[in-house]
């Protein structure tokens, strides 16, 4: 038998959010040393081919 199709919160879906507010984010920091990282590593090949 199927279920309705209508959505009701459970008792736990409160404790799944606040679960995913506190672990879901973006790697920020990561992603700013990656960018940074690369773009060094370019101006250095760059520097370097020059000479």
Known sequence: MMKP???HPEPQD???NQYLDRT???PW???IGAAL???CSFTL???LGTF
């Open 5 to 7: 199709m209508i959505w």
């Open 14 to 16: 409160q404790k799944v």
């Open 24 to 26: 879901n984010h973006e």
């Open 29 to 31: 920091p990561a992603i």
């Open 37 to 39: 990282i690369l773009v």
């Open 45 to 47: 090949l760059v520097l």
